[in-house]
């Protein structure tokens, strides 16, 4: 089996574990028995723990990313690059639930990732590019200028990240029917309280 596929193997089985039985009670010996491999073989891709849960971290700050650029250079309305960012997360807990499971338990809520220098910088990355998504709509008269674009950021994002926690904290499975209920819900509350007023 070539690296790639061994590798994958590996962050499969360690997404699986780490969303089951938590970071600090995972050990390395779990993950190899989740991917029927040895102890040494894991090892020998992954330094330890801390290096295997940072790459499948990185990934998944390298997918939002990539997923809030685009969305900031598509020509699409403000109104459509917000239901983007409600469905792509909503997306990635359908398709790899362990991996919004870790997110959520984690980064999100992880004090220790929050107090790393470097967890703060991928937070802050994170809320720019909404900001700016957001201030772009300010620009355009779609969305009220008298909040700033980065506590709207914190309203869209915070109230994505409540629906994925309750589900993820609930074992609730994500169907294409209620990511729909959600991404509207999301939406329709956000930008009734965030419409521009004629009045303004």
Same mark, same amino acid.
């Given at each position: ?34 991917? &029927?491999?040895? #102890? ?11 290096? /295997? +849960? !940072?790459?499948?971290? *990185? ?50 809520? &992880?004090?220790? #990732? ?11 990355? /994170? +809320? !720019?590019?909404?900001? *700016? ?68």
């Amino acid at each position: 089996m070539d690296k790639a596929r061994q590798e994958k193997r590996i962050v499969d089985a360690a997404l699986k574990v780490f969303s089951t039985k938590g970071y600090a009670e995972t050990r390395m010996a779990d993950i190899a028995r989740e991917a &029927g491999m040895s #102890y040494g073989l894991v090892y020998h891709y992954y330094e330890n723990k801390e290096k /295997l +849960f !940072d790459a499948i971290v *990185e990934d998944w700050w390298a997918g939002f990313y990539r997923e809030l650029e685009s969305l900031k250079e598509s020509l699409v309305s403000t109104d459509e690059k917000i239901v983007g960012i409600i469905y792509y997360l909503l997306g990635v807990y359908e398709d790899k639930p362990d991996q919004i499971s870790i997110f959520v338990t984690e980064v999100s809520r &992880g004090f220790v #990732y929050h107090a790393h220098s470097k967890g703060k910088s991928k937070f802050n990355r /994170l +809320f !720019d590019l909404c900001r *700016e998504i957001l201030e772009e709509g300010q620009k355009n008269g779609s969305l009220r200028t008298d909040i700033h674009a980065r506590y709207l950021a914190y309203v869209l994002l915070g109230s994505i990240d409540t629906f994925l926690s309750v589900m993820v904290l609930g074992g609730e499975k994500m169907t294409p029917s209620r990511k729909r209920r959600i991404s509207q819900g999301i939406t329709k509350v956000f930008l009734e309280g965030a419409v521009r007023k004629n009045n303004e």
